[in-house]
Nanobody, 113 residues
Framework: VQLQASGGGLVQAGGSLTLSCAVS????????MAWFRQAPSKKRELVAG???????NYTDSVKGRFTISSDSVKNTVYLQMNSLKPEDTAVYYC????????WGQGTLVTVSS
């Protein structure tokens, strides 16, 4: 499984960004997808994820502001981020669970106040 994340950038507080994660390889082995983030000097944390069974979860700090979705035709997972806050500044990673964990390269999101 290969994951290619994109869409990061600089945005003002209150703005929006959409991250994309293009998925390729043995996609039929994937049973869960997620977005993680890691801010400077902090541990990597789960932001949002979903399973092939249809369950979706979000970390409390992004509930109501972020939405994870997927496009099975484009084999892409998205993270729509609205009402961004400076504390959302981090490197964002997409990840897939398929027997083992697969990680894409990070994409930097910077939210200015």
């Amino acid at each position: 499984v290969q994951l290619q994340a994109s869409g990061g950038g600089l945005v003002q507080a209150g703005g929006s960004l959409t991250l994309s994660c293009a998925v390729s390889g043995d996609i039929f082995s994937i049973h869960a997808m997620a977005w993680f983030r890691q801010a400077p000097s902090k541990k990597r944390e789960l932001v949002a994820g979903f399973t092939s069974g249809g369950s979706t979860n979000y970390t409390d700090s992004v509930k109501g502001r972020f939405t994870i979705s997927s496009d099975s035709v484009k084999n892409t997972v998205y993270l729509q981020m609205n009402s961004l806050k400076p504390e959302d500044t981090a490197v964002y990673y997409c990840a897939a669970a398929a027997g083992t964990e697969w990680w894409g390269q990070g994409t930097l999101v910077t939210v200015s106040s």
